[in-house]
């Protein structure tokens, strides 16, 4: 077998999710890895439960068909709408020794230790939020949190137009994180749950409250992977370690590249994948 013959796949609806493998790799270098962008079909953010479930399922298939005995879905939307149902109806049969992982229970089995006050508040794409995704697993591992939704539409948008960091972002990032704190002025914890917000870092921090502490996922789901390899040694045993990289596209290579500079913080080359 070749040294990248059964990488980790990482998916995602488009670009947010190498926010997540970056951090996975920071954590986890030895392995490879191979990441997944369905950019020909993006957002997935505005599209029905089916529809995210059908492109989702796709993209697993051809991740475990190309060797990947773990997949990650950096996908919050594709983690509210997809993963149960994968994991219950497709993989038993699909690839009944391959695991499929999101990033939504990681951090709500994690986010009630950052909040002293029990309101917690969730920033994320209008289908995330539409799931009701976070609220349901928070209060499996923390019935005592209150947890408030704010859907941000814009957010995406000014990200993947390179206005994320510009004066016009201002509004939109003030409007909702003042909408979501009209919910409730005791909101201690932010969680940005969506894989493109942590770009937006800096004008969130600006806008909110001195004292909120502001969560993204890449390093709670990297910690949560380390420790389920451990915890899983004939998975983390079928996985390859030759510290190798590979970037798939549904779209244009040359504008996966280009758009990924901006959430990798470095040149990458991708290849298309015909699905």
Not at 85 to 113: F, K, M, S, W, Y
Not at 140 to 147: A, D, I, N
Not at 184 to 206: F, G, N, R
């Amino acid at each position: 077998m070749s040294a990248f013959s059964r990488p980790i796949g990482v998916f995602d609806s488009g670009y947010g999710g190498l926010t997540v493998l970056k951090a996975i790799i920071r954590k986890l270098p030895q392995y490879d890895y191979m990441y997944l962008g369905d950019n020909a079909r993006t957002p997935y953010g505005t599209r029905s439960f089916e529809t995210v479930y059908q492109y989702t399922l796709e993209c697993v298939r051809h991740l475990f068909a190309m060797g990947c005995p773990l997949v990650i879905l950096a996908c919050n939307t594709a983690s509210a709408k997809a993963l149960r149902n994968i994991q219950q109806l497709d993989l038993p049969t699909l690839a009944p020794h391959n695991r499929l992982l999101g990033v939504i229970r990681p951090t709500t089995e994690v986010i009630g230790r950052y909040s002293r006050t029990g309101h917690v508040g969730i920033l994320a794409t209008r289908g995330t939020v539409t799931s009701e995704s976070y609220p349901v697993e928070i209060e499996k591992f923390f019935p005592e949190l209150q947890v408030f939704q704010e859907a941000c539409p814009m957010w995406v948008p000014l990200v993947e137009n390179g206005e994320h960091l510009s004066p016009g972002a201002d509004y939109f990032v003030r409007k909702h994180i003042d909408q979501l704190l009209r919910q409730s002025p005791h909101i201690d914890t932010l969680l940005l749950a969506c894989t493109h917000y942590p770009l937006l870092l800096p004008k969130i921090q600006q806008f909110s409250p001195e004292g909120v502490t502001i969560l993204s996922q890449g390093d709670i789901v990297a910690d949560s992977l380390d420790d389920y390899l451990r915890r899983h040694p004939e998975i983390r045993n079928r996985c390859s370690q030759a510290g190798g990289r590979r970037f798939l596209t549904t779209d244009s290579p040359e504008e996966f590249e280009r758009q990924a500079r901006r959430f990798w913080g470095e040149d990458i080359r991708a290849e298309r994948l015909n699905l």
